[in-house]
C-alpha cells in the first residue's frame, strides 16, 4: 500500500488546514489510521489517530479541542482538519496505516506517507 499526504501549507497563527491521506494499492478501510508529525531534530509523534468505525479516536492533549480525524466514505481517504494553528503545530505532518486492532503504538503503523508539511507563522 502506498500513501499519500498533502493539504499542507503556509499559514498564520489561527488558521486552518485539511490534510488528507490517499491510499493506493490498498484500502485504509478496517485499519486504524494515524496523523504524526515531526520537528527536525525531534521525536515523531503521534498527534491523532482513528480506527475505521470511528468508534476509537486518539488525539494528543496538545491539539485537543483543534484537530479533528475523520475517515472518508471511500475507504481511501483519512482527513485531519486542523483549526486554531499555533507556531508551534509547525511541522512535517506523516499519514500512516496500522493494525485492525486498536493500537496507538507507533511500531503497529507498518506503511507511512511521505508527509506534508505545515507551517504556521506568528
Known amino acids: 500500500v502506498q500513501l499519500q499526504a498533502s493539504g499542507g501549507g503556509l499559514v498564520q497563527t489561527g488558521g486552518s488546514l485539511r490534510l488528507s491521506c490517499v491510499a493506493s494499492?490498498?484500502?485504509?478501510?478496517?485499519?486504524?489510521v494515524g496523523w504524526f508529525r515531526q520537528v527536525a531534530g525531534k521525536e515523531r509523534e503521534l498527534v491523532s489517530a482513528i480506527n475505521w468505525s470511528g468508534q476509537n479516536a486518539y488525539y494528543a492533549e496538545s491539539v485537543k479541542g483543534r484537530f479533528t480525524i475523520s475517515s472518508g466514505n471511500a475507504k481511501e481517504t483519512v482527513a485531519l482538519q486542523m483549526n486554531n494553528l499555533k507556531p508551534e503545530d509547525t511541522a512535517v505532518y506523516y499519514c500512516?496505516?496500522?493494525?485492525?486492532?486498536?493500537?496507538?503504538?507507533?511500531?503497529?503503523?507498518?506503511?507511512w506517507g511521505q508527509g506534508t508539511l505545515v507551517t504556521v507563522s506568528s
Open positions: 494499492g490498498r484500502t485504509l478501510g478496517g485499519f486504524v
Open positions: 500512516a496505516r496500522g493494525t485492525t486492532g486498536w493500537s496507538t503504538d507507533e511500531a503497529s503503523f507498518t506503511f
